[in-house]
């Protein structure tokens, strides 16, 4: 049984990149939100274009200060709005009115805020001394021209579709989104769009529904297969054409050591490496983790495709993404490795955390802050069947092997999810 940390590396190692000349695609800009970008965009003009005023305020010649114990100035009979530049210079003694955005003229180096001048007909007397530079952008402050504006591997955010858009640029190449094939085994499952009324001993197929919502979010595409019984050559036939259309094939179930968990054995069958088969976690702990050659896979770079296996159980299908695949669709999607490991954080516990200590245990919670801290508030149920316990949960507390117990008011160790 292998550790979390020998499995996120085994796993990450397995994946490879999207090339950035094979699976990209240009997008307009406007349709470019959280996609990963697959080439450096740089800047072709300065930011700011020109010296300008960051307030409303006096644009001013600071020099023309030394020789006015008064500091007072005449103030021209011009004044310079945002998207406005004027072409006569700024005289000795002279200020003139600017404001936020204006363009300073030549000669002014420095602005001083309204709120620190008085003004008495066309003079103006300066209430404080200002320091050179003040509330002055200078051309090129925030980034020359030729300079990397924003670098691949980065997720197109609400700020760098404005920077891109202040940059004039009208389309971006990004990396395409990763397709992956969902499949769920046994004989249990009944389709939520099934018409016929639930057996006994049946359940509703949530898992399809949660890891494609978790795919989803995680930048890429769900392909969803209906519910396949525990028969392996029905089974079998389902993961070829799983494998021959997607990038990452997941499936839940079948891959613990019961008589009919089929999954392990027909991956061999198919010739499939097996990297993984069982990890110290809790929950998740049966996982299987597998590199297969597609045949009649298309619309993809040349590579393996990557099978993950994951427990039927909810909340042990939804840890082993969170921890485990959602790393390995970033990786494989061009994202930088800031997208390819888990955020954790510190938080204060407001019950108490236990653990056997066996394996790497996740408790799934509500992560809130309070005057600024974190705080974790558990469940009550970590039955990792009981997905209605998850509902509201946006974290996950840690708690390592050997460690059992975290009082409450402690620090916890806490993934964000």
Not at 64 to 72: I, R, S
Not at 81 to 92: C, D
Request: aromatic share 6%; glycine share 8%; with cysteine.
């Amino acid at each position: 049984m292998l550790s979390v940390a020998e499995t996120e590396k085994i796993i990450l190692d397995l994946v490879q990149p999207f090339d950035p000349e094979v699976d990209s695609e240009i997008l307009p800009l406007s349709q470019a939100i959280d996609r990963i970008l697959a080439e450096d965009i740089h800047s072709t003009m300065d930011f700011p274009h020109w010296d300008n005023s960051a307030m409303d305020g006096y644009a001013l010649r600071y020099a023309d200060l030394a020789d006015l114990p008064e500091l007072k100035l005449a103030i021209t009979s011009d004044e310079i709005p945002a998207g406005t530049a004027i072409a006569k210079s700024l005289r000795q003694g002279e200020c003139i009115r600017i404001f936020t955005g204006g363009m300073l003229p030549i000669g002014a180096d420095t602005v001083i805020m309204q709120e620190d001048t008085e003004r008495t007909d066309n003079f103006l007397q300066l209430k404080v001394k200002p320091c050179q530079g003040e509330y002055v952008r200078r051309k090129g402050e925030f980034i020359q021209a030729g300079k990397t504006l924003v670098k691949a591997g980065t997720r197109l955010g609400a700020t760098e579709i404005g920077a891109l858009a202040s940059a004039r640029c009208q389309t971006v190449k990004v990396y395409r989104q990763p397709k992956i094939a969902i499949i769920s085994t046994g004989n249990e499952l009944l389709s939520l769009k099934s018409s016929q009324p639930l057996q006994l001993g049946q359940i509703i197929d949530s898992n399809l529904y949660a890891l494609s919502a978790l795919t989803h979010q995680a930048g890429a595409i769900a392909i969803n297969f209906e519910a396949v019984r525990d028969d392996p050559s029905e089974l079998q036939k389902v993961i070829q054409q799983a494998i021959a259309s997607a990038d990452i094939v997941i499936s839940t179930g079948g891959v613990s050591v019961g008589d009919y968990d089929y999954v392990d054995q027909i991956l061999e069958k198919m010739g499939a490496d097996i990297h993984v088969r069982s990890v110290a976690i809790k929950p998740g702990k049966p996982l299987t983790v597998a590199s297969i050659s597609p045949s009649l896979n298309v619309n993809r770079s040349e590579g393996k495709v990557l099978y993950f296996g994951v427990p039927g159980n909810p909340m042990s299908a939804m840890t082993s993404f969170w921890r485990f695949i959602r790393g390995a669709i970033a990786k494989l999607n061009g994202s930088n490795q800031t997208y390819w490991y888990p955020q954790f954080i510190k938080a204060i516990t407001m019950e108490d955390l236990h653990s056997q200590g066996r394996r790497e245990t996740y408790l799934w919670g509500n992560l809130t802050y309070q005057k600024g801290k974190p705080i974790f508030q558990p469940v009550q149920n970590y039955s990792s069947g009981n997905l209605i316990s998850a509902i509201g949960s946006n974290a996950l507390a840690v708690m390592h092997i050997n460690q059992t117990y975290v009082p409450v008011g402690d620090e916890a160790v806490i993934m964000l999810v």
